[in-house]
T-cell receptor, first 113, second 114 residues
Framework: DQQVKQNSPSLSVQEGRISILNCDYT??????FLWYKKYPAEGPTFLIS?????DKNEDGRFTVFLNKSAKHLSLHIVPSQPGDSAVYFC????????????FGTGTSLTVIP | NAGVTQTPKFRVLKTGQSMTLLCAQD?????MYWYRQDPGMGLRLIHY???????AKGEVPDGYNVSRLKKQNFLLGLESAAPSQTSVYFC?????????????FGQGTRLTVV
């Protein structure tokens, strides 16, 4: 059963606007959450992360929000740029039990110039 | 600065053939992972290793075997390939740490079983 879910397979946004990508998880034992970005024919690359003790983490244009009570996290990209067009994967892990990373199904973001 | 390197990048197998995918990392990471990526399924963990000489099953281990004889290498084997194993395979590695760390990925191996 999928423990990390991304219910939107695709998202299109105009350049300069905000992109919001969503992710839900079911396992309350997850204590660390990550977003990866993937271009075609390349491996996923780490983008931003957040610990379960925080509810927000910012890195430049990228902000991740965590709502533990709702088991929900989101990635905000402001402003969106055409180079942000890629597939975004949400991931989660339980730090002290095997360090396994569980991934969502991905959201394909297209930023329209 | 190689990071995580996968060999080969592409391969076509006939049903029933065997092959080994090699993953090498030069970051001295303790943990290594093999994932497969399929349309609509995301990245699913096949097997992982928490250190040299150890391996463990992930979410979808059936039909695969792995070995971690050296800390820097993690091998994924298919003993008798099936069309259902057509996929893109990614290797990843990470530190062991009480603090939070990310996994670093290779560039992927596209495998087609006909």
């Amino acid at each position: 059963d999928q423990q990390v879910k991304q219910n939107s397979p695709s998202l299109s946004v105009q350049e300069g606007r905000i992109s919001i990508l969503n992710c839900d998880y079911t396992n309350s034992m997850f204590d660390y959450f990550l977003w990866y970005k993937k271009y075609p024919a390349e491996g996923p690359t780490f983008l931003i992360s957040i610990s379960s003790i925080k509810d927000k983490n910012e890195d430049g244009r990228f902000t991740v929000f965590l709502n533990k009570s709702a088991k929900h996290l989101s990635l905000h990209i402001v402003p969106s740029q055409p180079g942000d067009s890629a597939v975004y994967f949400c991931a989660a892990k339980k730090t002290n039990t095997g360090n396994q990373f569980y991934f969502g199904t991905g959201t394909s973001l297209t930023v329209i110039p | 600065n190689a990071g995580v390197t996968q060999t080969p990048k592409f391969r076509v197998l006939k049903t029933g053939q065997s092959m080994t995918l090699l993953c090498a990392q030069d970051m001295n990471h303790e943990y290594m992972y093999w994932y497969r990526q399929d349309p609509g399924m995301g990245l699913r963990l096949i097997h992982y290793s928490v250190g040299e000489g150890t391996t463990a099953k992930g979410e979808v281990p059936d039909g695969y075997n792995v070995s971690r004889l050296k800390k820097q290498n993690f091998l994924l084997g298919l003993e008798s390939a099936a069309p259902s194993q057509t996929s893109v395979y990614f290797c990843a590695s990470s530190y062991w740490s009480q603090s939070n760390t990310e996994a670093f990925f290779g560039q992927g191996t596209r495998l087609t079983v006909v």
